[in-house]
């Protein structure tokens, strides 16, 4: 027997009738979920409007969490980002001295350099707000970040220790900025097109009261790893 294609158009008025109510509203929605893709002009216009050099100039705080496949929480960290603008070839750039503490005690730091990119530039979308190229040290290549309204997406190849090599993973970033100068970020994890995990942060700009952040303040020069 010819297997059929699967496309967006899969589910036919035949079929829909075996189907209970129930049935048939999970399935539309699924389906429809999978007509559509993901991307940041679906925030076009939502507030408060998102834009990475105001948001993370000065001091930002994080907590976030990786979690396997099944959901599992693998490992958490806090992060302390230290955000200075300075001149750079497109204009202003922007620099993130990430230090991160992760629950185990380990200890890893990690610089960004950002630049706005002009909206002539070719990966300037019609929607758009802001289109921004960032590099590291561990990011393979380079970073785009789309903005619009409320919403970030990045996407980039992060090569990451593992055992006594590395391996390089995709990262698809989702921000979205609240009320109260909270951010959320969502990030997909994936290598070779399957599914990794998932990293979960929280960023703010300022701590809550009596939170004791001097752990992870000290210079990660001179702490062991």
């Not at 994080?62 to 001149?87: C, E, M, N, T, Y």
């Not at 230090?99 to 758009?128: M, V």
């Not at 995709?170 to 109260?180: I, K, P, R, S």
């Not at 703010?204 to 952040?213: E, I, N, R, T, Y």
């Amino acid at each position: 027997m010819k297997r059929k294609d699967i496309t967006c158009n899969f589910i036919q008025p035949k079929q829909l009738k075996l189907f209970g109510a129930v049935f048939m509203s999970i399935a539309l929605v699924v389906g429809m979920a999978g007509c559509s893709m993901h991307k940041p002009q679906d925030y076009s216009g939502q507030q408060p409007a998102l834009e990475l050099f105001d948001y993370f100039a000065g001091k930002t705080y994080a907590w976030g969490q990786f979690q396997d496949r099944s959901g599992k929480v693998l490992r958490r960290f806090q992060v302390l980002i230290d955000g200075s603008i300075q001149a750079g070839p497109q204009g202003k750039q922007l620099v993130l001295d990430e230090r991160f503490l992760y629950n185990d005690g380990e200890r890893e730091q990690r610089i960004w350099t950002i630049d706005a990119l002009p909206k002539t530039h070719p990966q300037f979308e019609d929607g758009l707000d802001y289109l921004y190229r960032g590099t590291a040290g561990d990011v393979i290549g380079e970073a785009i970040g789309k903005v619009a309204g409320n919403a970030l997406n990045w996407k980039y190849v992060l090569e990451m220790p593992y055992k006594d090599s590395s391996i390089r993973l995709n990262f698809n970033d989702w921000m979205f900025l609240h009320e109260d100068g909270v951010l959320v970020n969502r990030a997909k994890v994936t290598k070779w097109g399957f599914d990794v995990g998932e990293v979960t942060l929280t960023f703010s700009k300022s701590l809550p009261a009596g939170a004791d952040w001097s752990q992870v303040k000290l210079d990660i020069n001179n702490s062991s790893k």
